[in-house]
Each structure stands twice: as C-alpha cells, then as structure tokens.
C-alpha cells in the first residue's frame, strides 16, 4: 500500500511506502511503475542519484534544472535524516516563491515527490546521511540552476544556524530568486 499526502503545496508529496518486516529485517517496494500511476504519479525515471555527507549540517541546495532538462524528483533517505526543502519557482503558480519543508528519515522511510518547477535542497541532520533520489531527466550542466539558500526573501526556515553549516562554495555564492532563471 502506497500512502500519498500532498504538503501545504498540494504538488509537493510526501508518500510512505510500504514496509513489510520479519524477523529477517523488511522488504520495500520503493517505487513500481504502475502503483505510482494507480495512486495519480505517473513518471518515468530516468537516472538514480545517491549522497552521502559524513556530518550534520551540510546543505546541498537549491538546485533545479531549466528547459528540456528539468526534472522531477523522488527523494528518499537509506540512512540518517534530512530536512529536505522545495521551493516554488513557477511564475504564473498561485504558491510562487513559497516553499515547503519535510523531514526525511530511514525510520520514517517516508519520500518527498519534488516535481518540476521547484527549486530542491536538504540539510542532514545526523551524521553519515544517505540520500537517494530518483530524476525524470538526466543531469545536464548547461541547464543546471541554483538559488541561494538564505535568500531573505525565501525566508526558509532551516533547522540549524548557518555558522553550522557545510556548503559548497556554488551553493554559497548562489543568486537570490530575484535574479535567478525561473520557470514560467
């Protein structure tokens, strides 16, 4: 069984899915074509990505892809904890510039739907954090896009303060939404 919850922007999902246990350990269908598309999420994935960051507080993010590029991603975590983030960066979209956030964890084997149209980062909160996520389109440098996370005017709500935090020195020096390239 598959449960789907739309967040506070119905087209971001978290979604649960089944885990059946024994005293061997579980087993879980993490994504199948045709129960997606029963439960109203039919993609084609096309390319798996898996991090790891050795510590607490590294943020990875926001990134997005533009044009043909641009993709949807089903992001889930093997191991640790994130607070994963998308933001909203569809012009003519009623929730623009908003976003919405998720913890992430392997015990709470939940998964964040993130589709296109969305700016994407995560923050792990424990050590040794491993992140999965599936994309509809593969990586492209070209159309690769990032927006600063701390930009005032997201005002996203990150659970750590920034003095503790591990960034890559493009997602440090990225632009604000204002003048960044974003999706009609």
Not at 26 to 41: C, H, L, M, Q, V
Not at 111 to 117: A, E, I, M
């Amino acid at each position: 069984m598959l449960d789907v919850r739309p967040l506070e922007i119905a087209d971001v999902r978290e979604i649960r899915p089944a885990r059946h246990r024994d005293e061997r350990g579980f087993f879980s269908e993490t994504w199948n074509r045709k129960s997606w598309a029963d439960a109203g999420i039919d993609l084609d994935f096309v390319q798996d990505n898996h991090s790891l960051s050795a510590r607490a507080g590294v943020l990875r993010g926001l990134h997005y892809q533009v044009g043909a590029a641009a993709q949807d991603k089903l992001v889930r975590v093997t191991r640790g904890s994130v607070f994963d983030v998308a933001v909203d960066i569809r012009c003519s979209s009623p929730t623009f510039g908003r976003w919405v956030g998720c913890t992430l964890s392997a015990e709470e084997w939940n998964q964040l739907l993130v589709p296109k149209g969305f700016a994407h980062g995560f923050l792990t909160l424990v050590p040794d954090t491993e992140v999965v996520y599936k994309v509809s389109a593969p990586y492209s440098a070209a159309d690769e896009r990032a927006i600063r996370f701390d930009d005032p005017a997201l005002a996203i709500a990150w659970p750590m303060v920034p003095g503790e935090l591990t960034i890559a020195e493009r997602d440090r020096n990225a632009p604000a939404m204002a003048d960044a390239e974003l999706f009609a």
